[in-house]
T-cell receptor, first 117, second 105 residues
């Protein structure tokens, strides 16, 4: 058990809809990351928050947004969903920044599988 | 654009040593991270570093722009997806597309 909790585990919705994915990081971790895993695309970095503030942005669409709350949990909001948004969305957390061998180890949740029909 | 490259599949016989190669084009990345992912589970870190290292049956080789993960005495239960990742400074990890390992009994 990594200590990172993601909900929901599975979600099926229709095109044009909006969904929210939730992540609770490991206790004490300040950084939260969101990754998207699509078929044959590996883990694509979307966005990172550190102690409530956006720290880094990757290949995140404008239709997607995220935030980290004072209790450090994070939410990823996906709107105007398209078929191509169907993927496994992972949340990960780390104590510090990812570059550090000491504090940068990423602990992943089990993912939220989104299916857009 | 692809920055971390690894083979999409690798096959091995049980009991052998399997090598999964990774190389990257991230100019200021010095640390490699190898993750293991069983479908339905959370990816987890196997080994990391900026020098050769070992964690149990997992060995990591290190060159400036490449690394190999060696799994000793591979078992059927090792069949999974292995991800290589690097990071540039304090930026988030950049992952390869993953290597699916199949093990033949």
């Amino acid at each position: 058990d990594s200590g990172v909790t993601q909900t929901p585990k599975h979600l099926i919705t229709a095109t044009g809809q909006r969904v929210t994915l939730r992540c609770s990081p490991r206790s004490g971790d300040l950084s939260v990351y969101w990754y998207q895993q699509s078929l044959d695309q590996g883990l694509q970095f979307l966005i990172q928050y550190y102690n409530g503030e956006e720290r880094a942005k990757g290949n995140i669409l404008e239709r997607f947004s995220a935030q980290q709350f004072p209790d450090l949990h994070s939410e990823l909001n996906l709107s105007s969903l398209e078929l191509g948004d169907s993927a496994l969305y992972f949340c990960a957390s780390s104590l510090g920044t990812s570059g550090s061998l000491i504090t940068g180890e990423l602990f992943f949740g089990e993912g939220s599988r989104l299916t857009v029909l | 654009k692809d920055q971390v490259f690894q083979p999409s599949t690798v096959a091995s016989s049980e009991g052998a040593v399997v090598e999964i190669f990774c190389n990257h084009s991230v100019s200021n990345a010095y640390n490699f991270f190898w993750y293991l992912h069983f479908p339905g589970c959370a990816p987890r870190l196997l080994v990391k570093g900026s020098k050769p290292s070992q964690q149990g049956r997992y060995n990591m080789t290190y060159e400036r722009f490449s690394s190999s993960l060696l799994i000793l005495q591979v078992r059927e239960a090792d069949a999974a997806v292995y991800y290589c990742a690097v990071c540039e400074g304090n930026t988030p990890l950049v992952f390869g597309k993953g290597t699916r390992l199949s093990v033949i009994a």
